[in-house]
């Protein structure tokens, strides 16, 4: 579980920098939906962020972290799934970049904070390559922590 973790952590920061690259080369603006859901999780948790200057703040801290979270859960998530089988790679990316790309925009959706039926080719390319890093990042990580000798202990 903890390689997964790792594993989950390296494609996390895969995925912001794949995000961050296709700012900088189409300059486009970030995405504000995680912040969005991060507030929305607050208020169904009846939690106070502080004034509107402070909230925006911590809606921005904490949409990233939680975006973190999710990386790393499922990456944890695949370690326990994956400890005593070898996955092909091309899987072993389908499900860990998948099931990320799910989870986050899943939950979004469920927030009402996007609706993916709503997006153009164009912003579905931006979700699908960073997500694809995510996955190849998490995946080769977890077969460089986990060699074959290692698997199934």
Do not use: C, K
Not at 46 to 55: F, I, N
Not at 82 to 109: F, K, N
Not at 133 to 153: F, V
Request: no cysteine.
């Amino acid at each position: 579980m903890v390689d997964g973790a790792i594993a989950g952590a390296v494609g996390s920061a895969a995925l912001n920098i794949v995000s961050f690259l296709d700012m900088a080369t189409r300059a486009r603006p970030a995405s504000n939906t995680p912040e969005e859901a991060a507030g929305r999780l607050a208020d169904a948790a009846h939690v106070g962020l502080g004034p509107e200057d402070q909230a925006a703040n911590r809606r921005s801290g904490l949409g990233a972290v939680l975006g973190y979270g999710v990386g790393i859960a499922a990456g944890a998530l695949f370690g326990v799934l994956a400890a005593r089988r070898r996955v092909p790679l091309p899987l072993a990316v389908g499900m860990l970049g998948g099931g990320v790309m799910a989870t986050s925009d899943g939950s979004m959706t469920v927030l009402g904070v996007t609706d993916p039926r709503t997006w153009r080719r164009v912003d579905w390319l931006s979700d699908i390559v960073p997500h694809l890093a995510y996955g190849l990042a998490a995946a080769a990580t977890w077969r460089r922590l986990r060699p074959p000798s290692r698997r199934g202990r």
